[in-house]
């Protein structure tokens, strides 16, 4: 059974960090195209991290330089590595997997929380972020 486990939300105060953890199994996070998304409530999903098949990561600018999205394929797991966090950080954040290769750039990535343009989606954890 294939499962993808987000951990490591919870509250902090602006200008803190934290690290959200995606946890797989029954499939291979290595031969996967991985990502980070995030909805606040009343808002769109944002894609906020991706890796690419070359390796390469993609951020938009509301997270850029802030956020950092790392895997070990040892442990089968995603981290999002959260600085500075400002109160517009807080969201319900969801890690999502599909096939490699599947999206050639950040554009053709996007789309709604949990829809069925991805093939796995996590439940997603709570990120709270107070002034």
């Known amino acids: 059974e294939v499962q993808l486990v987000e951990s490591g939300g919870g509250s902090v105060q602006a200008g803190g960090s934290l690290r959200l953890s995606c946890t797989t199994s029954?499939?291979?996070?290595?031969?996967?195209?991985m990502s980070w998304w995030r909805q606040a409530p009343g808002a769109e999903c944002e894609l906020i991290a991706s890796?690419?098949?070359?390796?390469?990561?993609d951020y938009p600018d509301s997270v850029k330089g802030r956020f950092a999205i790392s895997l070990d394929n040892g442990k089968a797991t995603m981290y999002l590595q959260m600085n500075s966090l400002k109160p517009d950080d807080t969201a319900v954040y969801y890690c999502?997997?599909?096939?490699?290769?599947?999206?050639?750039?950040?554009?053709?990535?996007?789309?709604?929380?949990?829809?069925?343009?991805?093939?796995?989606w996590g439940q997603g954890t709570q990120v709270t972020v107070s002034s």
């Open positions: 999502a997997a599909d096939l490699p290769g599947a999206y050639s750039d950040y554009e053709s990535r996007l789309s709604p929380c949990q829809s069925d343009k991805y093939i796995y």
């Open positions: 029954g499939f291979g996070l290595a031969n996967s195209d």
């Open positions: 890796t690419n098949y070359d390796g390469s990561t």
